[in-house]
């Protein structure tokens, strides 16, 4: 893909290029919101509005090299004449996030997917409940500014490791009644908060929401069992699985024929990569299913989040991001 820079002069002359599936936008807007985490505003290219998005959805952006990225919408429902996404820098991820803290400029133009939603709000619930860690907070903002534009009761009990890597704290600080709606909750001030305490004390009929680290989500979860499961809402941002990299196996791509060794300390999509092979990844951790291939031959060792447990012992398909082999060989169909 590549991303052509002009002039604001230049961007009103140009027509649309949407696709049922896709959408080229401009890069109007970078804003540091934190340490390490910088948002984006998009706007359509030849066109006033973007489609109509729901609190919770994400937008998958497509950069170069075939990667692709999911990332939440950060802005008002309401809008409809731009998407705002943030990005926190990884330095331990596959260089998607390096490449938009250090090379995109206002003005570039992207593609992005239409809007999804798999963390939806229930809008009418009595109460809303959310806890959430670090960049987790970014569907939960475009929430709360759903709730207000409603009128609808929640609370939000947000963790970061310190002050300065907290986005949008002072956005939220603005909300009427922050005082007493945002608890906030610092590592570096020993402040923990208490995922099981949190659940254990909200009211019958309460909906809860949770997004970020794996151990965050997976004490959410935990805690949450004797409630109705309708009530209980959450989205990781990696798989509850540690990603394969033991190595030690071979794939074999069944149109080609080729061998791969997957050496340890590798995953499947490492190998994949380093003999340049054309795969798309996005989340790089088993969650989104970007990364999907299907399964020729060979019993996958099923570390992601996406398939469900019909789909994992079929062993018809593998998420190359983070899942490995349990045989010798795996065959794919690439």
């Not at 970078?30 to 706007?43: G, K, N, T």
């Not at 806890?131 to 970014?138: E, L």
């Not at 798309?280 to 951790?285: L, P, V």
Request: net charge negative.
């Amino acid at each position: 893909m590549r991303l052509d820079r002009l002039s604001p002069a230049n961007i009103r002359v140009i027509m649309s290029q949407h696709t049922p599936e896709r959408i080229d936008v401009w890069l109007t807007q970078i804003r540091l919101e934190a340490d390490d985490v910088a948002s984006y505003e998009f706007r359509p290219v030849g066109s006033p509005d973007l489609p109509a998005f729901e609190a919770g959805a994400h937008i998958d952006l497509h950069l170069p090299e075939n990667r692709v990225r999911s990332y939440s919408l950060v802005n008002d429902p309401q809008e409809r004449h731009r998407y705002v996404i943030a990005v926190q820098r990884e330095a331990a991820g596959r260089g998607g996030s390096a490449w938009m803290h250090s090379v995109p400029r206002v003005g570039d133009r992207f593609t992005i997917s239409l809007p999804q939603n798999d963390f939806a709000l229930c809008e009418n619930a009595p109460e809303s409940i959310f806890i959430c860690g670090g960049i987790g907070i970014t569907p939960v903002v475009s929430m709360i500014r759903r709730l207000e534009r409603v009128g609808a009761p929640w609370h939000l009990h947000y963790a970061a490791r310190e002050r300065m890597r907290a986005a949008y704290v002072d956005d939220l600080a603005k909300v009427a009644g922050a005082d007493s709606r945002v608890s906030m909750y610092f590592q570096n001030e020993d402040q923990r908060l208490d995922v099981r305490h949190l659940v254990e004390r909200v009211s019958a009929g309460a909906h809860l929401y949770c997004c970020g680290p794996r151990g965050m989500v997976d004490d959410f979860i935990d805690a949450c069992a004797e409630h109705p499961q309708e009530q209980v809402h959450f989205e990781r941002f990696a798989a509850a699985n540690e990603a394969a990299n033991e190595g030690g196996f071979e794939v074999v791509l069944h149109r080609d024929g080729r061998r791969i060794a997957v050496s340890p300390g590798k995953t499947i999509l490492d190998a994949l990569l380093d003999h340049g092979v054309d795969v798309q990844y996005a989340c790089s951790a088993g969650v989104c299913g970007t990364c999907r291939v299907g399964v020729i031959d060979g019993v996958p060792d099923h570390r992601d989040d996406f398939l469900s447990t019909e789909e994992k012992a079929g062993n018809c398909a593998v998420m190359v991001c983070c899942s490995g082999s349990l045989s010798s060989t795996l065959v794919l169909d690439l």
